[in-house]
């Protein structure tokens, strides 16, 4: 056996003498760390959508870059519940859930804060937007993230040489992926549709950027998209101008910011929210939703072109990875056409509903208002109004979720007739109060995991429901917040060269992407990771 091997090694040897300048240069790239490792985000691309519309992706680098040429994974799911925007993109970047990024919602209460309105996920009053500037604009930085980012671990792995940037339509896709130490985070003026950012990064748009917003480019969107005057982003936003547009944009900040030009590792986060904008009016089934992937997959085909001319050494020095922030459930219509149980609820009557009945139990004749403005899949209470009635948080939570369930069934509109067939049996399946998951006082069961998972000291006191299937909180359209496979299945998948190209199958989640990369870029993980490295995706010998 030795000696065999020492045989190969000599005939190798001779070969690398004969033509030695370019096996040496392809041994260097193959060593080399990328120079740019890019997160893609889609926005409610659910983890059916690459291979029900394969057949439409006739480009070479768009989808099929990572369908033909990448390591696809077709089962990844969240395993948390509260499938929403800004815990998603915060779950990507940080390859944590809730209970160790913080993020619970796209907004919630905080009285410390705010006894008015609800706090987003990255409003910050401590700062100003910069760029266009609305009267009742505040500053946006990611002070809600409790944990660091795989971009924010580059960048203290190399001492601040690399440089890292976060995009998206939206604040919080923008700033939640790519964390603390970003050099920038751009994100739409949703009337003009101009890019801005937040005086966390500084107090001015770097040049590049001022220079993208006047260059005609956004008018040049608007009259594709037919949007009318100050709707951007929710006329241009749902359509695919909009997607073009942000990837102009990221080939903008690319050239700007030399990104891919330097001597250490660069990170870009990209967030494309138009699926979502869309979605959310025509849901899944769409063929306008189709249409608009079918748009997605030539931009990204574009824009990976243009950045393999652009990067020294090309896309063999780019590393991606490509996922969705959460899935989606079928339209009510939708789900009863094909003969599945869905229903609709009122948010607002079951609210009235419950303080009526937490009135009857704590302050008889009072009207006392106990339950918050909420965004589901948790049920907001008011503490102070409780502590009024000396009420406990444990009592007040416990009181709510014992009242959801008949609260919910005797405010439930009437049996559906027409289109929808069925009723959904149960209306609340579960109830889970803060008190019970701040002490992981939990059932031993998957749904019970991924609740323990949706913990967050922030958004005051709550309960945590877990809904009947296809249920929404309107007759239109659909949304996407339930603990559930449609709302918690996304793509996986990775293009670059320290991936075998491939197709796997087997749960995958999309904490692990982190996780993947930290060990591939041999930096530490994020401070609360608790993904796995996909060791059958990675190349041997990384
Ligand atoms: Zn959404």
Not at 112 to 119: F, G, L, M, Q, Y
Not at 214 to 220: D, I, P
Not at 260 to 286: K, M, R
Request: hydrophobic share 40%; charged share 20%; aromatic share 10%.
């Amino acid at each position: 056996m030795r000696l065999v091997s020492i045989r190969k090694f000599v005939a190798v040897a001779a070969v690398v003498v004969a033509i030695g300048p370019t096996v040496a240069a392809e041994a260097q790239a193959y060593r080399a760390k990328p120079k740019l490792v890019i997160e893609l985000v889609i926005d409610q691309f659910r983890g059916d959508y690459l291979d029900r519309y394969r057949d439409d992706f006739k480009t070479a680098n768009g989808f099929n870059l990572f369908l033909n040429k990448g390591a696809y994974f077709t089962d990844c799911y969240y395993q948390y519940a509260n499938t929403m925007t800004a815990p998603g993109h915060s779950t990507i970047g940080t390859g944590a859930y809730t209970n160790g990024h913080g993020i619970s919602l796209n907004e919630w209460w905080d009285f410390k804060r705010s006894t008015t309105h609800p706090v987003s996920s990255v409003e910050d009053e401590r700062y100003d937007i910069v760029g266009d500037h609305g009267p009742t604009d505040i500053g946006a930085s990611p002070r809600n993230e409790l944990a660091s980012t795989l971009g924010d671990e580059v960048v203290l792995a190399s001492a601040g040489k690399s440089r890292l940037f976060g995009i998206s339509l939206k604040d919080r896709a923008a700033i939640l992926t790519s964390g603390h130490a970003s050099k920038g985070a751009f994100w739409l003026d949703h009337a003009s549709g101009h890019f801005v950012s937040s005086t966390y990064w500084g107090p001015k748009l770097p040049d590049w950027a001022a220079a993208f917003n006047a260059s005609g480019r956004t008018e040049k969107a608007i009259a594709e998209a037919k949007s009318r005057p100050g709707h951007f982003y929710d006329d241009a936003g749902a359509t695919p101008a909009s997607v073009s547009y942000l990837l102009d944009f990221a080939e903008a900040l690319v050239a700007g910011e030399k990104m891919g030009q330097h001597e250490t590792t660069d990170v870009l986060t990209i967030s494309i929210s138009s699926t979502d904008i869309l979605g959310h009016q025509v849901g899944p089934d769409s063929p306008r939703q189709r249409a608009m992937i079918d748009a997605i997959d030539v931009d990204l085909d574009a824009f990976f072109t243009w950045l393999d001319a652009h990067i020294d050494g090309g896309m063999s020095n780019v590393w991606v990875s490509l996922t969705g922030d959460h899935g989606i459930g079928p339209t009510i219509d939708g789900a009863a056409a094909s003969g599945m149980p869905a229903a609709v609820f009122n948010l607002k009557k079951i609210t009235t509903a419950l303080d009526d009945a937490l009135n009857e139990k704590f302050s008889p004749g009072k009207g006392v208002k106990y339950i918050l403005q909420s965004e589901v899949p948790y049920i907001t209470l008011d503490p102070r109004a409780f502590a009024a009635s000396n009420v406990s948080e444990a009592d007040a939570e416990n009181a709510v979720a014992d009242l959801l369930p008949a609260t919910f069934a005797s405010t439930a509109p009437p049996d559906p007739t027409g289109p929808v067939k069925l009723p959904t049996r149960a209306l609340v399946r579960h109830t889970y109060t803060k008190v019970q998951m701040a002490a992981g006082d939990l059932p031993n069961t998957e749904e019970g995991k991924r609740v323990l998972q949706s913990y967050s000291p922030n958004g005051e006191w709550y309960v945590l429901f877990s809904p009947g299937m296809y249920m929404q909180g309107s007759t239109s359209g659909t949304n996407h917040y339930t603990p559930y496979s449609y709302d918690r299945h996304v793509p996986l998948a990775f293009y670059g060269s320290a991936f075998v190209p491939g197709t796997y199958h087997g749960l995958v989640e999309p904490v692990d992407i982190a996780s993947t990369f930290a060990s591939l870029l041999r930096v530490n993980r994020p401070s609360a990771a608790v993904g796995r490295v996909l060791v059958e995706a990675v190349k041997p010998g990384q």
